[in-house]
């Protein structure tokens, strides 16, 4: 699979790239500052993200609709974060980081503007689409901190970022319904609204401007078009098979139309002389199977923590029996507050011991996890045991490691493209493992359970064999 095309990459011991070329690398306080203001641009998106979930019934019930009419408000938020991260990603290169992580807040500014003012649903949920833009910021904040942190700081950096990918310990969700129950749901969009504009500030004064130097040419808007064609058509095939049926009429012309638009993006990247991402990288190991990795691993152990495990703890005939508040207690708070601290330790050793090697430990580790939740899956004590694990080596070690990889190995004239389509393969893995295994979940039965949690250690045992396949970043030894 590797190209005869040598692959220049970002070398981990020389974190900073030409933007700050001959100026110092941020230390102490600047550097606290910085990575306190990415955290606030992240925390903006994920806030918009884990606060809404809970408030999806009151979302539909304060338009007069039936709850599952409220279901646009996240697929399209998640959607246009698909597309906007490899995009906006990819701009960055040519107008700067802070002028992209300013312009996709900027636009989910405009986006909760309208969510607060919204008189229909779907105008709500244009806004929700224009917020999810923001999905962006997490590529932006990795790339931000291996331009200006020296190396010893970027892994503990990365793993406080990436931290935040699970929400602040499970309390925001909480947080959420909470208010959405007594001040009404459009009082979380002034609370984003208000983070929002903090965030923003803080960056105009925080992060540097000005492009990265060594980056040639103009961005490739032909490839961004056509990827974002790839990424919607993907989208809806995986959500429309799982609907529908893959053998529905709907289902084939959405496979056709993700196939169809995926060869047109190859084509045009084969022309391109400034593509967003050269088919050569597409084919090298710096690439295919860092994308690889994160979607088999988000389709395997996404669906455990975030499906089956809830289905099961949930159900009172031949699950747990417990209560939906009670079943986030023990089964997803402990996992959610145990990788912010797991993903910062995380980003420390694989600054020490290597990041191939806390990648494929994160990877094997939540496999073992995996395994032992499927092995006993009639024993409540251990699947909560086993899911509070997945908090260290899921939400910590692995999820610290892919987001530093795709930084280190991104190629060196295109230095956000890897980042920026790599977080895009996280809601097209998370949503892949749901739809695989819920036919089986949804049978409600103990053998149906079982079945569910034994095909996602297939798919984390597939991910476990693509992660050996990964480049080493340059300097580092396997």
């Known amino acids: ?55 999806l019934p009151h979302i539909a019930a304060s338009f007069g609709l039936s709850a599952d009419s409220a ?58 689409f224009l917020q999810g833009v923001s999905s962006a910021v997490f590529a932006l904040a990795y790339i931000v ?4 942190l020296h190396a010893r700081l970027f892994g503990t950096s990365v793993g406080i970022i990436a931290a935040i990918n699970g929400g602040i310990g499970g309390v925001d969700g909480y947080v959420g319904g909470l208010m959405a129950e007594t001040l009404g749901f459009r009082s979380i969009f002034v609370v984003v609204l208000v983070l929002t504009a903090v965030a923003g500030g803080c960056i105009l004064k925080t992060v540097p401007k000005g492009r990265p130097r060594g980056v040639r040419g103009a961005m490739d808007w032909w490839g961004a078009g056509s990827l974002s064609v790839f990424l919607v058509f993907i989208t809806y095939f995986v959500s429309g098979g799982s609907a529908v049926g893959w053998t529905a009429p709907s289902t084939l012309a959405l496979l056709a139309g993700t196939v169809a638009s995926f060869a047109a993006f190859w084509m045009i990247e084969k022309k391109r002389s400034h593509p967003l991402i050269a088919v050569h ?22 669906a455990v923590i975030n499906f089956t495990v809830v289905l099961l703890s949930q159900d009172v005939r031949h699950g747990f029996g417990l209560s939906a508040s009670v079943s986030a207690l023990l089964f997803l708070t402990p996992a959610a507050l145990i990788g912010v601290f797991a993903a910062p330790l995380a980003g420390w050793l694989a600054d020490r011991r290597g990041w191939i090697k806390t990648l494929r430990a994160g990877t094997a580790l939540s496999l073992a996890c995996a395994i032992a939740a499927a092995a006993f899956s009639d024993n409540q ?14 939400n910590g070690f692995f999820l610290t490691a892919i987001n530093g990889l795709s930084v280190l190995l991104s190629p060196k004239e295109a230095p956000a493209a890897l980042p920026g389509i790599n977080g895009a393969s996280f809601g ?51």
């Open 1 to 55: 699979m590797n190209s005869p095309t040598p692959v220049t990459t970002s070398p981990p011991a020389a974190v900073g790239n030409e933007t700050n070329a001959g100026q110092p690398q941020f230390a102490g306080r600047r550097a606290a500052l910085l990575i306190s203001t990415l955290l606030l641009g992240v925390l903006s998106f994920q806030l918009n993200a884990s606060m809404v979930t809970p408030a």
């Open 381 to 394: 004590v251990a699947v909560m045991i086993a899911v509070a694990f997945l908090g260290i080596f899921y």
């Open 281 to 302: 990288h597409l084919r090298s190991r710096q690439v295919w199977p860092v994308i690889a990795t994160t979607v088999l691993t988000l389709a395997g152990i996404f």
């Open 428 to 478: 097209i893995g998370a949503s892949l493992g749901v739809v695989i295994v819920a036919p089986f979940a949804a049978q409600a039965t103990s053998a149906g359970y079982a079945t569910a949690l034994w095909i996602s250690v297939a798919i984390t045992a597939a991910a476990f064999i693509v992660s050996l396949f990964v480049a080493a970043p340059k300097g580092e030894s396997l």
């Open 71 to 128: 279901a646009p408000v996240q697929s399209m938020f998640f959607l246009a974060g698909a597309i906007a991260g490899p995009v906006i990603g990819r701009w960055s290169d040519f107008i700067g980081r802070r002028a992209a992580l300013l312009l996709v807040l900027g636009i989910m500014g405009a986006g909760t503007l309208l969510c607060i003012a919204a008189p229909t649903l779907p105008l709500l949920v244009a806004g929700r």
């Open 145 to 148: 901190l291996s331009e200006n």
